[in-house]
C-alpha cells in the first residue's frame, strides 16, 4: 500500500496532466499566497517573487511546490510557467501549467 502511494505521488510530481484538481480552498490559499509573494503588486511574479510564492504554497502543502523546494528547482520551475519566456509568471500561466 505505501509502496504504491509512493509511485502515485512521484507521478504526480513528475507528469503534469496527473496531478489532482485544487479544491476551492486550496485554489484561494494558492491565490492569497500569489498576492502575498507579489511585493510590488504589478500582478506579475518576478524569479524573486516566484520563490516566495513557492515557499508559501510549500508551507500550505499545495501542488508540487514542496516537491520544487525540496530539490532546489525553483529555476525549472519558473522556466516551465513562464511561457513566453519574458522573465515573469502570470496567473494566465500559472493556470496553463496547472491544466498541463
Known sequence: MKVTILIGAMIAALIPGAAMAQSDAEREAAQAN???????????????????????????????????????????????????GNGIVTPAELAAVQSD
Open 34 to 84: 500569489f498576492r502575498q509573494a507579489d511585493a510590488n503588486n504589478d500582478r506579475r511574479l518576478s524569479r524573486s517573487e516566484f520563490r516566495a510564492f513557492i515557499d508559501a504554497n510549500a508551507e500550505d502543502g499545495l501542488g508540487r511546490a514542496s516537491t520544487v523546494r525540496r530539490f532546489g528547482a525553483y529555476d525549472r520551475a519558473f522556466d516551465r510557467a513562464d511561457r513566453n
